[in-house]
């Protein structure tokens, strides 16, 4: 994993933080593939969201359910071809006003300055078995 990888997570995350779609999207790949595990979180299951539209499809649907989201990376953790950034997500419901924070990690993989695959999981545990090389 080399730093400039973990730089363009980085941007990504703070561009979603900030709510900014454009600056998030410009950190990803345009055939992204994004597994969602806050769905979950609304009683959904995990689910598969494709490209650009699907990034927007996901960010619709999250700010439709909560009224704030913010994602904190503790510790970003080298896994050769991917990362691991494993922290928590804090969310407000919008009609609720009710406030939760669960643990979560994303397994990533940027290729040429781009990511091209996200997976967040709700188990950081989860997320580090994910990433392990494959023998």
Not at 7 to 22: I, K, S, T, W
Not at 33 to 62: C, I, P, Y
Not at 73 to 93: M, N, P, Y
């Amino acid at each position: 994993m080399s730093q400039e990888n973990v730089e363009v997570f980085e941007r990504g995350l703070e561009a979603g933080n900030r709510g900014d779609v454009d600056g998030l999207l410009q950190e990803l790949d345009p055939e992204v593939e994004w597994h969602s595990a806050l769905h979950a979180l609304m009683g959904g299951k995990q689910t598969v969201f494709r490209g650009h539209d699907g990034v927007r499809e996901m960010l619709r649907d999250l700010n439709e359910a909560f009224g704030e989201i913010q994602i904190e990376i503790s510790e970003i953790r080298d896994q050769g071809d991917l990362l691991v950034a494993i922290g928590l997500s804090r969310t407000r419901g919008k009609a609720s006003g009710a406030g939760t924070e669960t643990p979560m990690a994303f397994v990533a993989e940027v290729k040429n300055g781009k990511t091209v695959s996200i997976r967040a999981y709700l188990d950081p545990n989860e997320a580090l078995e994910a990433a392990e090389p494959s023998e």
